[in-house]
């Protein structure tokens, strides 16, 4: 099985709260991880969501201790897009 992670940076302009998470997080540049594995056997390069897994706390905001905490990708996607339009 083959897996890989992809890295990518997501922005929050306001305090967020997602339901695994227990506290609000504050506002800022975030890490997230998205692992996969590939589905063999087919003709073409298919792979499938494993993980996603967010860097807590927020790069701006550089402590000592990092954490990664799963997410779903549905409940962060909202959030992002409750970010966008300034919601609270």
Known sequence: MTIRTTRSTI???HPFKLG???DIQPPGDYLLDTDE???EGLSR???RRIATL???PAISRPQG?????AVSPAELDA???KDRIGAA
């Open 45 to 47: 390069l298919v792979y």
């Open 79 to 81: 959030a992002l897009e």
């Open 37 to 39: 594995e590939l589905i």
């Open 11 to 13: 922005s929050f302009s």
């Open 65 to 69: 201790r990092i954490e990664l905490v």
């Open 20 to 22: 695994d998470l227990d």
């Open 54 to 56: 967010l860097h807590l």
